[in-house]
């Protein structure tokens, strides 16, 4: 096998260990909240410390790879990963859940993207679409085989041990980066930016945290308040240091590229769409339609099943259409097929969903693929490493306040129609405003140039594209 081929099949095994954990637990969300004594709901600060974690520890990921080396950072950054899945499997309540989360994020934060910069350094950016699906498709595995196994844990054994899985597959990464990854050190390593990681990492805990713990009786409401007004004063401080420091933690100069910046804004707005519906059809599959965790699992699973379908069909499309056309087009599909879920009763038909679920997967695989490889278009190698960890911090970010937003918007509707008990009609709400909000990426999109990526895509531009892009 090539090292083309080598190097993002390892990346994949990380990738697929964070996707299943993240799955799984999704579908045994209400087995977990009943047993340490706790509210479904409120289980979204388990789901969100853990991308708290990510978003606060990886902008360090790509100088901490290039002083200790890639592969170095790789194997502990597994190995932390595999003692936060411990905790988790022995946590008996809501706070040594969250916090157990947290240290799995503090693993994850520098697993994929140290990952992603061994994956920029050895494949050239023509060959970059085919690396993607590589790393891609077999990570897609975990969400494919996360919700009935997830589910059949839940139902027939115990929730523990869908965390205590991750032992086996984590081991086996260490061995596969300890035979096949190149221990990559930076040649010339740029001062640790320690101001500029204090402040971003007070920056988007504040704001993101604050914002989970909005409707949640975790903690006092003047006390949230005061972590997103601290988390928008520190990020702002970030921005004017970023702007005075020649090599900041997360270089904020990258916005300047059409590509990345569109990447990262579009990126973000439909990530923070879709991001809820992990964490919402679970939820309404088992409490609204009262499925059990393995039933809901099997029917969850489709969405992944769509989504490995789609693989093999992104180099054409982007080749054929390119990729301004197909990110702003299937923003918009990917959003209605969101949307779509709050046409979902305990009368429709479970095939339908299963159908419904899989064409959603389908659209979102392919917007996914798009926006990770776009965004490196014109990005240069010497900024490779700060890109990657900027792109990580977004894509988790966005994810973060989709399940904040879908489990605000139940809540919302809980309060307007003074219910006490969860109803399947409660999600209705949520679906619709998540899908909408997705589907607002278009807007960002279309202002990308028609020739944008076209030597990724291999994509010769159209007379039309040409005379597009000298009108614009």
């Not at 439909?270 to 088992?286: H, I």
């Amino acid at each position: 096998m090539t090292r083309e081929r080598i190097v993002p099949l390892i990346v994949a095994v990380a990738l697929f260990m964070e996707n299943m954990d993240s799955t799984i637990i999704a579908t045994a969300l209400p087995a977990i909240a009943a047993d340490i004594g706790t509210h479904p709901l409120a289980l979204k600060l388990a789901i969100t410390s853990y991308l708290l974690a990510l978003a606060i520890f990886i902008p360090a990921s790509g100088w901490i790879a290039d002083r200790f080396g890639t592969r170095t950072v790789f194997r502990i950054a597994i190995a932390v990963f595999i003692c936060g899945s411990i905790a988790c499997a022995f946590s008996d309540s809501l706070s040594h859940f969250v916090a157990a989360r947290f240290l799995q994020g503090m693993g994850g934060a520098m697993m994929t993207p140290v990952g992603r910069i061994v994956l920029m350094r050895t494949i050239e950016k023509r060959a970059l679409i085919a690396a993607m699906a590589w790393v891609t498709t077999p990570a897609l595995i975990g969400p494919l085989i996360g919700p009935p196994i997830g589910g059949f844990i839940t139902t027939f054994f115990s929730w523990q041990w869908i965390f205590l899985i991750n032992v086996p597959i984590g081991l086996l990464g260490i061995a596969l980066a300890t035979r096949y990854i190149e221990n990559f050190r930076a040649e010339k390593l740029d001062p640790f930016d320690f101001t500029g990681m204090v402040l971003a990492g007070l920056g988007i805990g504040g704001l993101a945290f604050g914002m989970t713990t909005i409707g949640v009786d975790f903690l006092p409401t003047s006390f949230v308040i005061s972590l997103l007004i601290a988390g928008a004063i520190f990020l702002s401080a970030y921005v004017a240091h970023a702007r005075r420091t020649p090599a900041p933690i997360l270089d904020i100069s990258l916005f300047s590229l059409p590509t990345f910046r569109a990447s990262l804004v579009g990126g973000t707005i439909f990530r923070t769409g879709v991001g809820a519906l992990p964490f919402l059809m679970p939820l309404l599959l088992q409490i609204g339609f009262h499925m059990t965790p393995f039933e809901s699992g099997m029917v969850t699973f489709s969405t992944a099943l769509g989504a490995m379908s789609m693989k093999a069909a992104v180099p054409f499309i982007l080749k054929r259409f390119g990729f301004r056309a197909t990110l702003a087009a299937n923003a918009v599909t990917g959003g209605l097929f969101v949307a779509v879920c709050a046409t979902f009763t305990p009368a429709t038909p479970i095939l339908l969903i299963i159908v419904l679920l899989a064409a959603g997967g389908f659209f979102r695989s392919l917007q996914f693929t798009s926006i990770n490889t776009i965004a490196y278009a014109d990005v240069d190698p010497a900024r490779m490493s700060r890109a990657t960890a900027i792109v990580s911090v977004g894509q988790q970010l966005a994810i973060s306040m989709g399940v904040a937003f879908g489990a605000l918007a139940v809540e919302a509707t809980m309060w307007f129609k003074q219910g006490q008990t969860l109803t399947a009609a409660d999600f209705q709400p949520a679906f619709l405003f998540v899908g909408v909000f997705a589907a607002l990426s278009s807007l960002v999109f279309l202002r990308l140039s028609p020739e944008a990526g076209a030597e990724l895509a291999h994509r010769t531009p159209t007379p039309t594209d040409t005379d597009d892009q000298r009108a614009g």
